[in-house]
C-alpha cells in the first residue's frame, strides 16, 4: 500500500510537470524526478520543513493604545522541568511579583502539559510559585489574539519564536524582549538563523537582557533600548558542604551535554582527554547533563546522566575543578559551582567574562591544550584558589532579590512614560 501511494504520488508529480512546462520538457523533466526519487526510497513520506515555522507569517499588528491593566504578558516555548532559561523566566515573574508587577502567561505552540491547571501545578511545584494565569496557544492558531480578553500593559517575548507571536499581539500597550541568549547561534547560517535575527530587528519598546554582552550587543548592533540583570545563585543549594575529599585524587567536573551545540561537547571531551593522560588514575573525571551511554568517551569515567538540581549542587560540592564551556552566552552555572568552594575553568571572550570581567574565574583560550593546562595548573596547586580573589565577595554578593529590582525600576520607568 505504501508502494502504491508512492507511486500515485510521483504520477501526480509528473503530470504537473508536463502541464506547467508542456510535453517535451514537462517529459524530460519528470524522468529526472522519477529517476532521482527511484534512488532514494520510495516508501519514503514527502519531507515537510516548512509548517514547524508557520509562525514566521503572523501578522504584525499594531499596539492598543489603551494604557493597559498594569500586567506583563510573558509569551514562552513549551518547557521540561529542569529547564535553566525557564527557570529565570519563572524566577523573575516570582519576584516581580512580590514588588508589584504581576505576570500572566500564554504558552506558544501547544504544551506536552496539556491543560492550564496542569501548567499552574508544574510551575509553583516544579519552579516558582506565583498567581499569573495560564494560556495555551496552539500550534497553527493564526486568530490566536482573539483568546485574549484583557489589554495588557507589557507583552514580553523571551525567545526568537515567541517573538513572532508578540509582534502580532494587540491587545497590549509596550512590546519587550526577555533575551538570554544570541539564539541566532544555535543554528547554522541557514533560514532558522535569519528568522531569529530578524527578531532583534522588531520594533519593541525595549530589551531586558542576561548580562552585559548580550545588552551591549541588542545597543550597539541592533540600536535597542536595554537594561542587563547579573547572575546569582540559591544560597539553599550551592554552598560548600565540607564533603570535598582532599586526597590524592582530584575530581572534575564537566557539564556533558552532547545534544547541545553551545556546551561544546567534542572541545570538552578532547580537553578532558588531555587532564587523564596527565593525572592517570590521579583524577576522576564526573559527567552530568545527560545520558551519556549511546556516546564514545575516550578515557575512563564517572556518568550521572541528569540530576536534580540538589543533587548536581551535592556533585559540584565533591569537585576540585570543573569545566565550564559557554560557547554563546555565559551560564549560570559557574557562579553556582564557585558557591561550592569548587574551582572554575571556562573558556574566554567576551560572552563569557562579562560577569566578573575576566578577574574571577580562570579562563583559557578555546582548544584542548590552553584549557586542559589550565585544570592541570589548578589541581596541581599552581593556580591560587578563586575564593582568595580581592573580587569574590562583590561578585558572590549578588542576589537575584537585588537584581530583579533593579529589571523592576527599569520596567515601571519604560510603561509610565
Known amino acids: ?31 529526472y524526478i522519477w529517476r532521482t526519487l527511484r534512488s532514494s ?27 493597559g491593566n498594569g500586567k506583563i504578558l510573558w509569551f514562552i516555548p513549551d518547557f521540561s522541568i529542569g529547564s535553566g532559561g525557564h527557570t529565570t523566566i519563572f524566577r523573575f515573574i516570582h519576584h516581580l511579583e512580590k514588588l508589584g508587577i504581576k505576570s500572566d502567561v500564554a504558552i ?16 509553583d511545584t516544579h519552579f516558582f510559585p506565583n498567581n499569573a494565569k ?18 495588557y500593559s507589557l507583552a514580553m ?35 532558522a538563523y535569519y528568522f531569529a535575527e530578524e527578531t532583534y530587528n522588531f520594533d519593541f519598546d525595549f530589551c531586558v537582557t542576561a548580562g552585559d554582552w548580550l545588552k551591549s550587543l541588542m545597543i550597539d548592533k541592533y540600536q535597542k533600548d536595554a537594561e542587563s540583570f547579573h547572575f546569582s545563585y540559591d544560597r539553599s543549594l550551592y554552598y560548600n558542604r565540607g564533603i570535598r575529599e582532599e586526597g590524592d585524587v582530584k575530581n572534575v567536573f564537566y557539564y556533558a551535554r552532547p545534544v547541545t551545540e553551545r556546551r561544546g561537547f ?21 559527567l552530568a547533563g545527560q545520558d551519556m551511554s549511546s556516546y564514545y568517551v575516550p578515557f575512563e ?37 564557585l558557591a561550592t568552594g569548587c574551582q572554575v575553568i571556562m573558556n574566554n571572550g567576551d560572552n563569557a567574562t562579562w560577569s566578573d570581567q575576566g578577574k574571577l574565574f580562570t579562563y583559557a583560550k578555546p582548544n584542548p591544550i590552553d584549557l586542559s593546562e589550565k585544570i592541570i595548573q589548578t589541581l596541581e596547586g599552581r593556580i591560587a584558589p578563586q575564593e582568595e580573589s580581592k573580587y569574590y565577595d562583590e561578585i558572590m554578593q549578588v542576589t537575584w532579590e537585588a537584581e530583579t529590582k533593579k529589571i523592576a525600576d527599569y520596567i515601571k520607568g519604560k510603561l509610565e512614560r
Request: glycine letters at 6%.
Open 41 to 67: 526510497n520510495l516508501n519514503q513520506p514527502v519531507m515537510d520543513k516548512l509548517s514547524g515555522y508557520w509562525f514566521i507569517n503572523i501578522d504584525e499588528v499594531k499596539k492598543s493604545v489603551e494604557k
Open 157 to 191: 517575548a523571551t525567545s526568537w519564536d515567541s517573538a513572532y507571536y508578540v509582534r502580532g499581539f494587540k491587545h497590549c500597550n509596550q512590546r519587550s524582549y526577555f533575551v538570554q541568549d544570541f539564539e541566532p547561534s544555535f543554528y547554522s547560517q541557514g533560514s
Open 301 to 337: 569515567h564517572t556518568s550521572l546522566g541528569v540530576l536534580s538540581q540538589e543533587d548536581l549542587a551535592k556533585t559540584f560540592a565533591t569537585c576540585h575543578a570543573s569545566l565550564v564551556l559557554s560557547l554563546t552566552n555565559l551560564s549560570l552555572m559557574p557562579i553556582e559551582i
Open 1 to 31: 500500500m505504501a508502494k502504491a501511494n508512492g507511486m500515485l504520488h510521483n504520477l501526480k508529480m509528473v503530470k504537473h510537470e508536463i502541464g506547467q512546462k508542456g510535453l517535451v520538457y514537462g517529459v524530460i523533466d519528470s524522468l
Open 108 to 123: 506558544i505552540n501547544g504544551t506536552q502539559w496539556e491543560t492550564t491547571e496542569k501548567l499552574k501545578e508544574v510551575v
Open 266 to 286: 567534542e572541545l570538552g571531551m578532547l580537553t578532558l582527554q588531555k587532564v587523564k593522560e596527565h593525572f592517570g588514575d590521579k583524577v576522576n573525571i564526573i
Open 134 to 151: 495560564y494560556m495555551i496557544v496552539n500550534y497553527g492558531d493564526y486568530n490566536f489574539n482573539d483568546k485574549f480578553k484583557e489589554t
